[in-house]
Structure formats: structure tokens, C-alpha cells
């Protein structure tokens, strides 16, 4: 029952690195996502796949990429780090349908220094 | 564009007492969903109900329904004789799905409500 995984849970960067967050899931949906969450607030979309080989920026996309060449993985990528981008990261993913409800990975916290 | 809106920042609630959190939304689309999930202080995002904007009746799941207004553009979670355990953050969201393929078919959320059950 692994659901939608994410690696890794913790993270510190230092400002300017650059590193991949994971996200894979084993439900074979079409949908996924990446969100951050930042303290007291909602989840704020970055970046969205409404299927292998499709992606699209959602609110907050500045910073990130993706891409998605497998239904499975849906990596998110900061390309140089910074504070503001302290965040904790959420992927999630559903079934191609109006009435799908998102399943949640369990979280990355990261903190860039 | 589609928005959520969430007025409640925080609420405290005596348990065993019924508590409304109130969510309002905008869209120009004519068929969309509506998700309500629970965040515990453990981290994780737990899907609670789902309402659909054809469905005619207000959903319900256990001591969960969904008080769903069209007209007011409202969709107010109800939770019945609340427990300690119901304390957490609940975020009210919204998929819009006239074109399931389509960049309207991500889901967007509000800023939530911490709610917080008083023994």
C-alpha cells in the first residue's frame, strides 16, 4: 500500500544549490502535483501533469521544474535554492476525474540556509 | 479564475458540540468539485468529502457533511458532535472539470482553518 511517495522527508540547503524532490506513486493516475506549504497558509500549486509527457505551471511556479516521463514519477527541481523556497512540499495525485479526490505523499520540509 | 476562500482562521469548539467551517468559492465553470481534507499536527492530508456541483443532495461521510449553497457559491463543512480528536487544520479546495484535460482541471486551495476542540 505504498500510495504516493516522496524522498526525501527532510532536506537543508545551502542558498544556490540545486536538488531534486521525488515523488512516485503505484495508484496509476493520471494527475499529479506538486504544493508548498508555508506556515498558517494553504497549499499553493507550483506545478501540475495531467499525464505522462504533459505539464503546466500553477500559481507559484517561479524556481521549479518538472517533468513527468512516466505515469509514475513526477520529479520537482529547485534550480538554485533560496530562502524563500523554505517551504514544506507536498506531491499529490488522482485519477483522471472530476470526482477524484487527491492522495498526499507525506511531505518534504525543506529549509535553505 | 478559480478561487477558495476560507473567513475562519481559527475556531475553538466544546466537544461534543456540532461546528461549521465556512468555505466560499468562485469559478465561471459549471461543473467543478469540491474537496474538503483534514490536516492533523502530524503533517498529512486526509481526504474527508467530496461534493459535486451537479449533485443534488449535500454529501455526507459519517459525522462529516457538506452544507453545499450553489447559488451563495458556499460549500460549509459540518462535523456533528465534534471530538478531541477532530482538532486540526481543514483546508476547503476546488477542481473545476468542464475539461478534465485542460489547465482548469487542477485542484487550488484556501488558506484553511485551524480548529481546535476544547474537553
Known amino acids: 500500500n505504498a500510495g504516493v511517495t516522496q524522498t526525501p522527508k527532510f532536506q537543508v540547503l545551502k542558498t544556490g544549490q540545486s536538488m531534486t524532490l521525488q515523488c512516485a506513486q503505484d495508484?496509476?493516475?493520471?494527475?499529479m502535483s506538486w504544493y508548498r506549504q508555508d506556515p498558517g497558509m494553504g497549499l499553493r500549486l507550483i506545478h501540475y501533469s495531467v499525464g505522462a509527457g504533459i505539464t503546466d505551471q500553477g500559481e507559484v511556479p517561479n524556481g521549479y521544474n518538472v517533468s513527468r516521463s512516466t505515469t509514475e514519477d513526477f520529479p520537482l527541481r529547485l534550480l538554485s535554492a533560496a530562502p524563500s523556497q523554505t517551504s514544506v512540499y507536498f506531491c499529490?495525485?488522482?485519477?483522471?476525474?472530476?470526482?477524484?479526490?487527491?492522495?498526499f505523499g507525506q511531505g518534504t520540509r525543506l529549509t535553505v540556509v | 479564475a478559480q478561487k477558495i476562500t476560507q473567513t475562519q482562521p481559527g475556531m475553538f469548539v466544546q466537544e461534543k458540540e456540532a461546528v461549521t467551517l465556512d468555505c466560499t468559492y468562485d469559478t465561471s465553470d459549471q461543473s467543478y468539485g469540491l474537496f474538503w481534507y483534514k490536516q492533523p499536527s502530524s503533517g498529512e492530508m486526509i481526504f474527508l468529502i467530496y461534493?459535486?456541483?451537479?449533485?443534488?443532495q449535500n454529501a455526507t461521510e459519517g459525522r462529516y457533511s457538506l452544507n453545499f449553497q450553489k447559488a451563495r457559491k458556499s460549500a460549509n463543512l459540518v462535523i456533528s458532535a465534534s471530538q478531541l480528536g477532530d482538532s486540526a487544520m481543514y483546508f476547503c479546495a476546488m477542481r473545476e472539470s468542464s475539461n478534465l484535460r485542460s489547465s482548469a482541471s487542477k485542484i487550488i486551495f484556501g488558506s484553511g482553518t485551524r480548529l481546535s476542540i476544547r474537553p
Open positions: 499529490a495525485s488522482s485519477y483522471g476525474v472530476s470526482t477524484a479526490e487527491a492522495f
Open positions: 495508484m496509476n493516475h493520471e494527475y
Open positions: 461534493q459535486g456541483s451537479y449533485d443534488e
